[in-house]
């Protein structure tokens, strides 16, 4: 349950339903999701955040799968249940297969464990591994 109530498009301030506008036009879908529309009691926060995903999660040097697989990952790390359905439902329509997803699990599993390891044991880096 939020903390706060979801702002829909006729209680949202008029900042954050442009930004809404901005999602959908972006988006090419009429659906904007409760993370936005959670984030619209604060339209700078809103503004800020959406500019600045956008701005990330964008094509570069990094595939736009490999970015979604990335933000998967650190959404389990941090345990952001929200962001692990949202952005495995984006990897998803980005071309990501079972197989794929299934090998990503592998890889979040095995480092948490070896990281937990790692730590628990207080392994010291290795002089070849540091920048």
Not at 105 to 130: E, R
């Amino acid at each position: 349950m939020a903390t706060l109530p979801l702002m829909d498009d006729r209680t949202a301030p008029s900042d954050s339903r442009a930004v809404f506008d901005d999602i959908r036009t972006r988006r090419q879908t009429d659906y904007v999701n409760n993370f936005w529309r959670a984030l619209a009691h604060d339209p700078a926060l809103l503004r800020a955040t959406w500019e600045r995903l956008n701005a990330v999660m964008a094509p570069g040097a990094l595939d736009p799968l490999v970015k979604e697989l990335i933000y998967i990952a650190v959404s389990t790390a941090n345990g952001c249940g929200y962001c692990v359905h949202s952005h495995t439902a984006a990897a998803r329509a980005k071309g990501m297969t079972p197989d794929q997803h299934a090998e990503l699990l592998a890889v979040i599993g095995m480092a948490s464990q070896t990281n937990a390891l790692a730590t628990a044991l207080q392994v010291s880096v290795d002089d070849q591994f540091k920048a």
